[in-house]
């Protein structure tokens, strides 16, 4: 993928290709905000349904490379077509549109199989970065051949430095391996590439720089400004993220260090309440124990074991 960089000294993502993205939502002023928002890439081709059983028809005439959609609609909602699409079209991504009030129907459709969220209350500084995240990842998932089937376990260690270009590539590296040992489906695969970036994005951002959600939504600018002035900085500068990978034929085990000073892992918000869905703190933690079987921390909270297991769907 090539395109122009953006801002803040590193912190970059590049713009993707043309990508067709259906927006599902009963709303008519809701469904041009989001399209709105993501017509500002000139790389996204966006069309749009009214409820969850139009936006099914609408991918048996032209399957979408990703699903944005409301969870309350009529006809079907946002929970059945999460379940729907993983089903029938298992390497399409789900990105579901939050609003207060829809909170556990939002938990109920992650563990269904939807990829990630974005509240409503922030879709202008969020959506188009959610956006390219899960179709970074997802791009990548369809495109990776059948290989390896003689594999029985791998163990791999990686030691990174504060660059997030090098994150997408790790994750990528650490799916195909999982591949190579038939883990998991396509779907499952893509869930947990966004487990595994938000560990590490959490690693580098929130341990090693030390930078906190506080300004996530309320200043963007500021947060990413201050990210690119501690990447420069020392101590941050100096301190590496360690990625320790371990492979079998029944699991996958993925243990993540930063050099940071830690946290109090009990001192986070619950990110199984409802009432926490739409907080910057513990998104991160709600994602990855939504998709990974197993989720813990060191007593000094700047190492996090994931744990995901084989898939069984046969």
Same mark, same amino acid.
């Given at each position: 993928?090539?395109?122009?960089?953006?801002?803040?000294?590193?912190?970059? /993502?590049?713009?993707?290709?043309?990508?067709?993205?259906?927006?599902?939502?009963?709303?008519?002023?809701?469904?041009?905000?989001?399209?709105?928002?993501?017509?500002?890439?000139?790389?996204?081709?966006?069309?749009?349904?009214?409820?969850?059983a139009d936006g099914l028809a609408k991918m048996q005439e032209d399957l979408p490379n990703l699903v944005l959609t409301d969870l309350v609609m009529p006809e079907m909602d946002g929970l059945e077509l999460v379940s729907?699409?993983?089903?029938?079209?298992?390497?399409?991504?789900?990105?579901?549109?939050?609003?207060?009030?829809?909170?556990?129907?939002?938990?109920?459709?992650?563990?269904?199989?939807?990829?990630?969220?974005?509240?409503?209350?922030?879709?202008?500084?969020?959506?188009?970065?959610?956006?390219?995240?899960?179709?970074?990842?997802?791009?990548?998932?369809?495109?990776?051949?059948?290989?390896?089937?003689?594999?029985?376990?791998?163990?791999?260690?990686?030691?990174?430095?504060?660059?997030?270009?090098?994150?997408?590539?790790?994750?990528?590296?650490?799916?195909?391996?999982?591949?190579?040992?038939?883990?998991?489906?396509?779907?499952?695969?893509?869930?947990?590439?966004?487990?595994l970036e938000e560990s590490l994005v959490n690693a580098l951002c929130h341990g090693n720089l030390e930078v906190g959600s506080e300004l996530r939504g309320v200043d963007d600018d500021a947060y990413y400004a201050l990210?690119?002035? /501690? /990447?420069?900085?020392?101590?941050?500068?100096?301190?590496?993220?360690?990625?320790?990978?371990?492979?079998?034929?029944?699991?996958?085990?993925?243990?993540?260090?930063?050099?940071?000073?830690?946290?109090?892992?009990?001192?986070?918000?619950?990110?199984?309440?409802?009432?926490?869905?739409?907080?910057?703190?513990?998104?991160?933690?709600?994602?990855?124990?939504?998709?990974?079987?197993?989720?813990?921390?060191?007593?000094?909270?700047?190492?996090?074991?994931?744990?995901?297991?084989?898939?069984?769907?046969?």
């Amino acid at each position: 993928m090539t395109g122009p960089a953006t801002r803040f000294g590193g912190f970059t /993502r590049e713009r993707l290709r043309m990508t067709s993205i259906l927006v599902v939502d009963d709303s008519a002023v809701d469904r041009r905000l989001a399209g709105g928002l993501l017509e500002k890439d000139p790389d996204l081709s966006i069309r749009y349904a009214v409820h969850g059983a139009d936006g099914l028809a609408k991918m048996q005439e032209d399957l979408p490379n990703l699903v944005l959609t409301d969870l309350v609609m009529p006809e079907m909602d946002g929970l059945e077509l999460v379940s729907m699409v993983r089903s029938t079209y298992p390497s399409v991504p789900v990105i579901l549109m939050t609003s207060a009030g829809n909170e556990e129907i939002c938990m109920q459709a992650l563990q269904r199989g939807a990829s990630s969220y974005v509240p409503k209350r922030v879709l202008s500084q969020r959506l188009l970065e959610t956006v390219r995240q899960v179709l970074e990842i997802a791009s990548h998932e369809q495109t990776v051949s059948r290989l390896m089937g003689c594999l029985t376990e791998t163990h791999c260690k990686f030691e990174l430095d504060n660059d997030n270009r090098l994150i997408p590539p790790l994750v990528a590296h650490l799916l195909e391996l999982a591949e190579r040992l038939e883990l998991w489906d396509e779907s499952d695969r893509m869930r947990i590439g966004i487990a595994l970036e938000e560990s590490l994005v959490n690693a580098l951002c929130h341990g090693n720089l030390e930078v906190g959600s506080e300004l996530r939504g309320v200043d963007d600018d500021a947060y990413y400004a201050l990210l690119a002035t /501690r /990447r420069a900085c020392p101590p941050h500068c100096d301190r590496r993220i360690h990625i320790d990978a371990l492979f079998s034929r029944e699991l996958a085990q993925f243990v993540i260090r930063d050099e940071g000073p830690g946290f109090d892992p009990e001192s986070l918000p619950d990110p199984t309440d409802p009432a926490n869905l739409e907080k910057a703190a513990g998104r991160g933690v709600l994602l990855m124990r939504s998709f990974m079987d197993e989720v813990s921390y060191n007593p000094s909270g700047n190492q996090v074991t994931l744990v995901k297991r084989r898939s069984n769907k046969d």
